[in-house]
């Protein structure tokens, strides 16, 4: 059984829309981005943290962790806590490009592989009130960086370089090439 660790809707679509059989059981630990680590290295201990606590509970399953950050001048940009937060995180986009990455981990059985997938977004330059709209939606306050590129946020995004579905916080293609190769996946 593949068992992913996470409850974000769209980690769950996105496997749902690759055919994948699964059971969701989200990790309930803190999360915790290390400073003293890259940020790619960050998000994949983040994801493994939460692959390690919920293989505890099916050590023969094949358990996922994922976690999503976004990356723009060298600051890590998370959930934004609150609206004034959300708008200085697109201020900080607008006119920019930024990365998304994405730390991965697979255990099953002791065994572990870990990823990171990265992709570059461009967004367009960005004016005070479409900042403010944007926040007003509601949409930023539970997305790294602030956006969702699957949602409204579409209309900020000028290009990307790399995995969409990355960008909407699981390479779900490489993913699955993971499990195939792990052996969770016929």
Do not use: H
């Given at each position: 059984?593949?068992?992913?660790?996470?409850?974000?809707?769209?980690?769950?679509?996105?496997?749902?829309?690759?055919?994948?059989?699964?059971?969701?059981?989200?990790?309930?630990?803190?999360?915790?981005?290390?400073?003293?680590?890259?940020?790619?290295?960050?998000?994949?201990?983040?994801?493994?943290?939460?692959?390690?606590?919920?293989?505890?509970?099916?050590?023969?399953?094949?358990?996922?962790?994922?976690?999503?950050?976004?990356?723009?001048g060298g600051e890590i940009l998370g959930k934004p806590k609150d609206k004034a937060q959300a708008a200085a995180m697109l201020r900080a986009l607008s006119g920019r490009t930024h990365v998304v990455l994405t730390g991965v981990c697979l255990l099953k059985g002791g065994k572990e592989k870990r990823f990171c997938q990265s992709t570059e977004v461009e967004f367009y330059p960005l004016t005070d009130d479409e900042i403010a709209a944007y926040v007003d939606s509601g949409e930023p306050m539970d997305k790294a960086g602030a956006y969702g590129i699957q949602g409204l946020g579409c209309v900020l995004v000028k290009g990307i370089r790399g995995d969409y579905f990355n960008v909407m916080g699981f390479p779900v293609a490489r993913v699955v090439r993971a499990l195939r190769s792990f052996g969770c996946l016929a």
């Open positions: 059984m593949i068992v992913l660790a996470s409850s974000s809707p769209r980690r769950i679509e996105l496997l749902k829309t690759a055919g994948l059989d699964f059971q969701v059981c989200p990790a309930q630990g803190e999360e915790y981005l290390d400073p003293a680590l890259p940020p790619g290295e960050a998000a994949v201990a983040v994801a493994r943290a939460k692959a390690l606590e919920i293989a505890a509970r099916f050590p023969e399953d094949c358990v996922i962790g994922a976690d999503t950050i976004v990356v723009a």
